[in-house]
Antibody, heavy 125, light 108 residues
Framework: QLQLQESGPGLVKPSETLSLTCTVS??????????WGWIRQPPGKGLEWIGS???????FYNPSLKSRVSISVDTAKDHFSLRLSSVTAADTAVYFC?????????????????WGQGTLVTVSS | DIQMTQSPSSLSASVGDRVTITCRAS??????LNWYQRKPGKAPKLLIY???SLQSGVPSRFSGSGSGTDFTLTISSLQSEDFATYYC??????????FGQGTRLEIK
């Protein structure tokens, strides 16, 4: 059974960089048919996709966050990481990592089938 | 980007009720639509993918339908464990996916 677990600071100061890691267990991050994504949910709001990465290093980002986001992958450690710079209170959210299983057809169609439990990150001085 | 609009935003229902939630896309998305369930303190759970395919392990009282721009999630007979918030997500524009704003299903 694939498991994902987010880790990182729960409190970040405004203007600093948020850094989170998602560790994958029960399976390998080196799957050609999987992407690995970050999604967040601010308090009282809906889900927002942040970005996704393939084990090859190919990454895609939400255009609204692209200038501040970086996602990387470490295949040796079976984990992938999120960095979000210049954070403000609006970045306070529960951050989830998830496996995107690519979909069953010939084209990549995102389906997040395994999720971490989520970690609350608060931006405050 | 593709905007996803769910209705209603919240819904009160009783155990045993049949419930339908609607999701509308701002443009054509074929059948590239997934549904998730989110309970407080829990990770989202994939219920339905590709508009109408039931994810493994999900009870058969959940079903999805639709294509093009209009989609529905139906729970045929509500159980107590189904009270949660439900989100649709378009995968047509992968990797630039978007979620609906959510529908909160509450106990009447």
């Amino acid at each position: 059974q694939l498991q994902l677990q987010e880790s990182g600071p729960g409190l970040v100061k405004p203007s600093e960089t948020l850094s989170l890691t998602c560790t994958v267990s029960g399976g390998s991050i080196n799957s050609s048919s999987s992407y690995w994504g970050w999604i967040r949910q601010p308090p009282g709001k809906g889900l927002e996709w942040i970005g996704s990465i393939h084990f090859s290093g190919s990454a895609f980002y939400n255009p609204s966050l692209k200038s501040r986001v970086s996602i990387s992958v470490d295949t040796a450690k079976d984990h992938f990481s999120l960095r979000l710079s210049s954070v403000t209170a609006a970045d306070t959210a529960v951050y989830f990592c998830a496996r995107d299983r690519y979909g069953s057809g010939p084209l990549w169609k995102t389906e997040f089938d395994y999720w971490g439990q989520g970690t609350l990150v608060t931006v405050s001085s | 980007d593709i905007q996803m609009t769910q209705s209603p935003s919240s819904l009160s229902a009783s155990v045993g009720d049949r419930v339908t939630i609607t999701c509308r896309a701002s443009q054509y998305i074929s059948r590239d639509l997934n549904w998730y369930q989110r309970k407080p303190g829990k990770a989202p759970k994939l219920l339905i993918y590709a508009a109408s395919s039931l994810q493994s392990g999900v009870p058969s009282r959940f079903s999805g339908s639709g294509s093009g721009t209009d989609f529905t999630l139906t729970i045929s007979s509500l159980q107590s464990e189904d009270f949660a918030t439900y989100y649709c997500q378009q995968s047509y524009n992968t990797p630039l996916i978007t979620f609906g704003q959510g529908t909160r299903l509450e106990i009447k």
